[in-house]
Each structure stands twice: as structure tokens, then as C-alpha cells.
């Protein structure tokens, strides 16, 4: 936003004529509203048409293998390491984006959505699972979740330099996250992942202190692996804190 701070971060896929955004509902106006002057490009919302779904967790590429049969895929044109996103049939497959380390996201037009859920979900090791599962594979892989991406925090706080460039000479909410000189300004908060072994807090936020009882920051999202049998959380720490 003007703030600089992030509201998302949309997966762009180049195909040759067109670009396709993945992104949150809620920034589809926000991208509208930023090229509306741009008389050239043509934007077409087509999110109504489709249904996006995630397939995570080691048995992944078993289920895209079984989705390809079910669909009449061709098999040639498998998402790999050097082929990150494949689009079939006006069906689009990204490998990783925001699904963590093993994982797809899928685009399906909605009439043929139903078809392929009822098949997939009678093979084994693959079930349905809410935005918790998709949440606890960004914490393993410690990415930003859409809990952080809310509006409040810059791409400093969280811990995200990569999402900006300090070569532009200009982009939304730049004063905020550079300064004069193209250097990135300092925050007063970070976030960053840990992980606990046991977590039986109800009330938040939850305070985090040093050996000194110094308050020193906030325990902000907390989710359970099965994978690492421990809880990921997300914490905001001062700025200049010795995390060790």
C-alpha cells in the first residue's frame, strides 16, 4: 500500500502474451486500481470461472500425476525444477509459489471441478484439508503467511528484502522503505521463525523476554506440524535483539 507495507504477494506467470496474476480476492482491485490509466493493457477478472486449490505434502506429485490421468493431461509436460508452471486446457499448475517446499497450486475451470475432486479424494494418501494445512507448510518452509500480510507490516519488518528493488526509481509506498540515499531504512520490529516442542498459551499476544527479563518482543502465530512434530510460530522481536 502507500504505507509500503505488504498486502500480498501475487505469483506471476508470463505466457508468452499474457500475463496471469495469481493473487488474494481482496488485491484484485488494488491491481485494478493500479492500471486503470494504462489504457493499453486489458484486464480481464476471470477468478469467478475458477476454482484454485493447493496439493501439498510428500504425496503431491503422486496426486498431479493422477490428476493429469483424470483430466486427460499430457503427460509430456510435467511441472519440474526447470518447468515451474504448466498450463493445459485452460487448467494452470505452478509447482511450489505460496504452498511451501512440496506442494502445487492448481487453476481449474469450476465445471470441472467437482468431477476431479470426487475422484482424487477415492485414491490413497490423499485427503482434504483446510487453509490450516496450507498455513502450517508456509511456517515449515518460513514463509510470510497471509496473517502477516495484512497491511501492517513493510517488507523490512518481515523480514523480506527480496520482494523489493533498491534499482527502481519509483514504486508504491517507496518513502517508506528506502530513504534518500536508496538504503533501506531501519524498522524497530522483525519478524522470524522458531519452533517449540510444547505450547499450551490460550491468550494473546503473548510477551517474550530475555534472560534479563527485558521485554524484547511478541509471539504473533503459532500452528502445529506433524511433519516436524513441533510448533512453528512466528515472533516479532525488536530491532538490534541477539535472537540466539
Not at 514463509?143 to 513493510?154: A, F, H, K, R, V
Not at 498459551?201 to 518482543?217: A, C, Q, S, V, W
Request: aromatic content about 10%; some cysteine; charged content about 25%.
Amino acid at each position: 500500500n502507500q504505507e509500503g507495507n505488504v498486502l500480498d504477494k501475487p505469483t506471476l506467470i508470463n505466457t508468452g502474451n499474457s500475463f496471469k496474476v495469481m493473487c488474494n480476492r481482496s488485491s484484485v482491485p488494488i491491481i485494478k486500481n493500479i492500471l486503470k490509466d494504462k489504457k493499453q493493457i486489458k484486464i480481464e477478472d476471470p477468478s469467478n470461472d475458477f476454482d484454485l486449490f493447493a496439493l501439498q505434502g510428500s504425496w503431491s506429485m503422486a496426486g498431479i500425476n493422477k490428476m493429469y490421468y483424470f483430466l486427460n493431461l499430457d503427460f509430456r509436460e510435467l511441472p519440474n525444477k526447470n518447468r515451474e508452471f504448466i498450463i493445459q486446457n485452460d487448467i494452470t499448475i505452478m509447482r511450489k509459489s505460496i504452498t511451501g517446499a512440496d506442494g502445487f497450486l492448481v487453476s481449474i475451470p469450476k465445471d470441472k471441478t467437482d468431477e476431479l475432486f470426487d475422484k482424487l479424494l477415492h485414491q490413497p494418501n490423499i485427503y482434504m484439508t483446510g487453509g490450516d494445512a496450507l498455513l502450517v507448510n508456509k511456517m515449515e518452509s518460513k514463509m510470510i503467511t497471509d496473517l502477516e500480510m495484512n497491511g501492517q507490516y513493510n517488507p523490512i519488518e518481515l523480514n523480506q528484502l527480496s520482494l523489493v528493488s533498491t534499482q527502481k526509481n519509483d514504486f508504491i509506498g517507496i518513502n517508506s522503505v528506502l530513504d534518500m540515499n536508496n538504503n533501506f531504512r531501519q524498522s524497530k520490529t522483525k519478524l522470524m521463525s522458531t519452533s517449540f516442542d510444547n505450547y499450551n498459551f490460550t491468550k494473546k499476544p503473548i510477551n517474550i523476554y530475555n534472560n534479563e527479563h527485558d521485554l524484547i518482543g511478541t509471539l504473533k502465530t503459532v500452528s502445529y506440524s506433524p511433519y516436524l512434530g513441533k510448533f512453528k510460530a512466528t515472533c516479532e522481536i525488536n530491532s538490534g535483539v541477539d535472537t540466539q
